[in-house]
């Protein structure tokens, strides 16, 4: 009887051990509120106001699932799967392709890092979030964030000619935020060091090809990339330096409040969608005073033709920003920033263009628990004239600003 008990025992024991290796966790955002934004486009003096009800003035709503197991000797295995809700929407779940969001499967080992393959954060983003005083939010005045790109593909999809309740329709396109055909690699934490890198491969060479007898295109490159990142921390100090290079689309097509249409920077239709090298860095840094936190952030990004090497366009902003808990359950932030876009191209009319930006935001969250959240966030974008219909820009200045006031729902 009480050796049965105790083969009853050891495999319960067995049971609950081989339960507690592996696990799956569903998580998300639930974000809905009330928007708005008062845009004009100095072509035509277009003007627009608009609000109402919509989806994620904070944060981008999302259903994810991710898990891990135990693989014995301090291995693991993990993976992670999100896509996008939208509460507003006929379907709530997107059925977009480039809205399904991180999608990745990976290896760990304790003591070393972790290498993941799939559909994964650029370590860019990744370290904006962890320098950006703004959280990086859906509304406009985040001179870093708001416009970003993921896979040279505007983001935020809103367009400045038709302006509309579109939470990003800012004048910014500052990085890569995600990408699929990703490899990454992380380490632990050494000594106060971390680093990442990640390596993109999606092979679709073509050969040279004529837009007509005179004009060849150079054919199409692989959407390849590679990039690499550096933190470190001691104390109440966290700086970043962060590396990204692509070889895909011009990433400054369509971007809002300035480059809409086909930059003539570049030689010919041909060279601004295929042939095209985006190189992106980003330095970053906090310090947390105790009563607030402070963050500055640079980003420059670059877009050159791999034809015509000396027809480029190059954006670079700078921010900085403070966050402050007034009391255990009110956080208030305010950044302001600055930046410009600048080109050179195939003529005259392109060679030196250059048009400013600046941009600014304040925000509040009342935190009613751990999950849920009030939010207030208004922020502002304001773009130059750059003086001249070529590079496809606008020949006179944007000006926007937004507002969202909602309640946010983490689970």
Do not use: C
Request: aromatic share 10%.
């Amino acid at each position: 009887m009480k050796k049965s008990l105790l083969a009853v025992a050891a495999i319960g024991a067995f049971a609950s051990a081989a339960q507690a290796q592996s696990s799956v966790t569903v998580y998300g955002i639930l974000d809905m509120g009330y928007i708005g934004s008062n845009q004009r486009l100095g072509v035509n003096d277009k003007k627009a106001t608009v609000s109402g009800f919509a989806n994620g003035g904070e944060s981008t709503n999302r259903l994810g699932f991710k898990g891990t197991e135990d693989l014995g000797g301090g291995a693991s295995a993990f993976f992670t799967y999100e896509v996008a809700l939208g509460l507003n929407d006929a379907n709530s779940l997107s059925t977009v392709s480039n809205q399904n969001r991180q999608a990745f499967v990976g290896l760990a080992k304790k003591g070393l890092g972790n290498f993941a393959l799939g559909t994964q954060y650029t370590p860019i983003h990744t370290n904006v979030g962890m320098t950006s005083a703004n959280g990086q939010n859906n509304v406009m005045g985040d001179i870093i964030y708001t416009g970003a790109t993921v896979d040279n593909s505007n983001e935020k999809n809103s367009a400045l000619a038709t302006p509309s309740t579109s939470l990003a329709a800012s004048s910014t396109a500052g990085y890569t935020v995600r990408t699929g055909n990703m490899l990454s690699i992380k380490s632990e934490n050494f000594a106060g060091f971390m680093g990442q890198a990640f390596l993109t491969a999606n092979g679709t060479d073509t050969s040279q090809s004529a837009a007509s007898a005179t004009a060849q295109t150079g054919g199409t490159n692989d959407r390849n990339g590679w990039g690499a990142a550096v933190n470190y921390s001691i104390g109440k100090f966290l700086a970043t330096a962060n590396y990204q290079a692509f070889k895909a689309n011009n990433p400054f097509t369509g971007a809002n409040g300035v480059t809409t249409g086909t930059p003539a920077v570049f030689a010919s239709a041909a060279q601004s969608g295929v042939n095209i090298a985006d190189n992106q860095y980003y330095f970053g840094a906090t310090y947390d005073f105790g009563i607030l936190k402070a963050y500055a952030q640079y980003i420059n990004r670059k877009a050159t033709s791999e034809i015509v090497t000396s027809n480029y366009m190059k954006r670079s902003a700078q921010q900085i920003g403070v966050k402050a808990n007034l009391t255990p359950t009110i956080e208030t932030w305010a950044s302001v920033g600055t930046g410009a876009y600048e080109a050179m191209g195939s003529s005259a009319t392109t060679n030196g263009l250059k048009q400013n930006l600046q941009a600014y935001q304040v925000g509040s969250n009342y935190y009613l628990s751990k999950r849920t959240n009030l939010y207030a966030i208004f922020g502002a974008t304001n773009a130059s004239s750059n003086g001249s219909a070529a590079n496809g820009g606008s020949t006179s200045s944007y000006n926007g600003n937004n507002y969202a006031a909602g309640v946010r729902h983490t689970f």
